[in-house]
């Protein structure tokens, strides 16, 4: 139920725009509740009409790539770290990384920024909003919406202790007592936790993630509007994409699991309907560390939900198959992956400021083989981080290690080209795929663990959460022989060399051949334009007989691999970890 932006000049005048809202609102909020909120709905984005940007940017394409990174993930001396970020970006990948996700720039209390004490503020220690501005002017930019939980310290949550109206409904109260036992749980952390009011009483409320970080009642319509407010201000200040973080939890209902309910499909929906109205260009993105089937189910019908899914599956799958040196599981559940509709895609990556995530690997690896990578992590110098089951045992649900260290072999001494080598044949896998590549700033910058920051902050995720001297990080640009210069130069290339093939579009046809246990192999598009990229995932040279009338559907037998322009003829030797994207020659 998705429309386009109208050319009426007054949207709360729409005839288009309120069915489609109302719709929405009545499975929320049922039918006699939705004309009230629906009007309320209306004017609200009538408030922002003439604010919102009119100069709207493409939708995505072979040439996007985004950043992930924290606004002070470098830092040189007094400077505020927006400004360093901006510079050091700027001179280093502006022109080939189109986009730029700044995990959030609020105002926070806990979580490295996840728990957010005011949405609409940019956190004063990072600079302020016209540094967000300044970015945009280089790279189109992603911004977080945490939107499931807010700051214990944030001003509706006092208000809500201080019993102040409208607050009183905005978060769960639940009487400990309430069998909750169903509930899915992400973390082993409790799910109610006691705050007294300033009547002395004692209130049990919902905390999903922490006890700072307090779970929002979107069954209340004045939240929901409230959240609507904040999304539009996102889009005021330049924000392209919107992240919905940990977006699966936000409705509850007792007796249920508490995640994925309909409700919240909904309330995407409705979002997506919002946006859809007042900024076309906006794509909303949601982050649902699950397995892949619920994952996929954010994509809606393909036209009304969300335009982009994170591709939880691929870490844990590509770490499999690199420790295992075989890559039939992964070719397996990537010649599976089908998208809805040519309208969503898929947002690819391996590495963020999170651990890698092994719940959305279940049921395509065995629990044996989670275990094994967890402790292979271990073994490497990583922490593995536990969930909690019905049945009170625990289970791993993410490892906290840098993706590179992760890719290692335990109690090998290995060189910084075979570390580099080996880090980058996997990002080439998340490079290739369909859909658009998300980049963690450790990644493309050949970042290694982290051990100081857990024994500084005593939080596993800090492994890979380094924050970097300018400095320091220009110093290893410029030695050939260090791993980041090793890492950085190579990696950026192959972002430059992708974009510029129509092949790669995030909408594009792909096609899994599966050769030899030891490759990856991937066709993007068809014909003369199509590319076709083999990934070798063992450390041993693997010769492969390439027949252009099954790939390309054509006798020509010579070959050119577009990253740096080597010829082959259809039998093909590919090196340990060798990265071949080949076309017609």
């Given amino acids: 139920m998705i429309t386009k932006r109208p050319s009426k000049k007054a949207i709360y005048d729409s005839a288009v725009e309120r069915p489609s809202l109302l719709y929405h609102l009545s499975q929320l909020y049922g039918k006699e509740n939705a004309a009230t909120v629906c009007q309320r709905l209306l004017d609200l984005m009538s408030s922002y009409r003439t604010r919102v940007p009119t100069n709207i940017t493409p939708d995505v394409s072979e040439k996007d790539a985004v950043l992930i990174t924290y606004g002070d993930m470098i830092r040189q001396g007094d400077e505020k770290p927006l400004i360093t970020l901006t510079k050091f970006l700027e001179s280093t990948v502006a022109g080939t990384v189109s986009s730029v996700h700044i995990l959030p720039f609020y105002p926070w209390t806990s979580d490295d920024g996840f728990s957010v004490s005011d949405y609409r503020q940019v956190d004063p220690n990072l600079g302020e909003w016209a540094d967000i501005k300044r ?123 508490c995640i994925h309910l309909p409700q919240t499909h909904a309330a995407i929906q409705l979002m997506r309907t919002v946006l859809s109205i007042m900024a076309p260009h906006v794509n909303l993105i949601t982050e649902t560390n699950v397995p892949h089937e619920q994952n996929v189910s954010y994509f809606g019908d393909g036209t009304n939900e969300a335009q982009m899914v994170y591709n939880f599956s691929l870490p844990p799958l590509t770490l499999h198959t690199f420790h295992t040196g075989n890559s039939t599981t992964l070719s397996n559940w990537a010649s599976n992956l089908k998208l809805p509709s040519d309208q969503v895609t898929f947002f690819n990556f391996l590495a963020s400021h999170d651990g890698i995530g092994v719940t959305p690997a279940k049921g395509l690896i065995s629990d044996n083989e989670i275990l094994a990578m967890a402790n292979r992590a271990k073994a490497l110098g990583g922490e593995v981080s536990y969930k909690a089951n019905p049945d009170g045992s625990e289970s791993p649900y993410e490892l906290n290690i840098n993706y590179m260290d992760a890719l290692g072999k335990p109690g090998v001494k290995e060189t910084n080209r075979t570390k580099a080598d080996r880090f980058l044949a996997s990002q080439a896998i998340m490079l290739v795929l369909q859909g658009v590549p998300g980049i963690y700033f450790h990644s493309l910058f050949g970042s290694e663990n982290w051990q100081e920051g857990i024994e500084e902050t005593g939080q596993k995720r800090s492994i890979n959460r380094e924050k970097l001297r300018y400095v320091d990080v220009c110093a290893d640009l410029n030695d050939i022989n260090s791993t980041r210069s090793q890492v950085f130069y190579r990696f950026r290339h192959m972002i430059a060399v992708r974009s510029a093939e129509p092949a790669f579009s995030p909408y594009g046809s792909q096609k899994i051949f599966q050769m030899n246990t030891g490759l990856f192999c991937v066709l993007r598009g068809e014909g003369a334009d199509g590319v076709f990229c083999i990934q070798n995932v063992t450390d041993q040279p693997i010769t492969v007989n390439l027949d252009p009338s099954q790939i390309f559907k054509t006798e020509t037998i010579w070959y050119r691999n577009i990253i740096n322009n080597e010829i082959f003829d259809h039998q093909v030797e590919v090196r340990p970890y060798g990265i071949l994207w080949l076309k017609l020659h």
């Fill in 135 to 257: 970015l945009s002017l280089s790279f189109r930019m992603m911004f977080d919406a945490v939107i499931n939980h807010i700051s214990s310290e944030s001003e509706w949550f006092k208000s809500f202790l201080n019993q102040e109206k409208p607050f009183v409904d905005w978060f769960h109260v639940v009487d400990p007592a309430t069998d909750l036992t169903e509930v899915f749980r992400p973390r082993s952390l409790p799910l109610l936790t006691p705050f007294d009011t300033s009547d002395g009483s004692t209130l049990h409320v919902w905390t999903t993630f922490s006890s700072d970080q307090i779970d929002l009642n979107y069954s209340n319509p004045e939240v929901f509007l409230a959240i609507v407010d904040v999304l539009l201000d996102y889009v005021c200040h330049g924000a392209d994409f919107i992240r919905l973080d940990a977006i699966g939890f936000m409705w509850k209902k007792v007796g249920t699991s």
